[in-house]
């Protein structure tokens, strides 16, 4: 989204909380910990987010996993349901893969390897989460308008609920 489309989007079209719906008991990573609590941060201090064709933001989400989908449960500053939104995985299947391997190399590196060996790493994980925001930007296209950055966050929230349900 150009700067000059973010200047017309309505303020209150953004999301005011986010939820992740766990039924998973296994605890997490200290760095999945720490990627799900930064996203849901830096979505909640910035975030474009709007419902086409439902009563206008802010928003409250809750994203979850059922019966091979992705699930957008939207509702309204009152906590009243506006809407669910359910997204097919196949499409992200690859990406979450490519994302999980990135991010494993990236954290050895963090601990292990010279500045010089994380930087390319770095990018590569930033390529990785571009291709899959667009892929998340594409599939909600007239069910969820999103800008690119928050696109980003989302699928770092959805890459963190995959993480939950891998095999240890």
């Known amino acids: 989204m150009t700067d000059e489309a973010q200047e017309d989007w309505p303020e209150t079209e953004r999301l005011i909380d986010v939820t992740l719906h766990e039924a998973l008991t296994r605890a997490r990573s200290r760095e999945v910990e720490h990627e799900r609590a930064v996203a849901i941060h830096d979505l909640l201090h910035e975030n474009r987010f709007s419902v086409p064709g439902h ?13 091979q989908r992705l699930i957008f449960d939207i509702a309204n500053t009152a906590g009243e349901r506006l809407v669910i ?3 097919a995985l196949s499409p992200f299947r690859r990406v979450v893969r490519d994302y999980f391997r990135i991010c494993e190399s990236y954290y050895d590196a963090i601990r292990n390897a010279p500045v010089y060996r994380i930087e390319p790493i770095d990018m590569a994980r930033r390529a990785i989460h571009d291709e899959a925001a667009t892929i998340l930007t594409q599939r909600l296209e007239g069910k969820i308008r999103v800008d690119h950055d928050t696109a980003r966050r989302l699928f770092t929230l959805i890459a963190v609920l995959h993480w939950r349900g891998r095999p240890a």
């Open 85 to 87: 939104i359910g997204l």
């Open 55 to 67: 009563m206008p933001g802010p928003y409250r989400l809750t994203l979850s996993l059922a019966e």
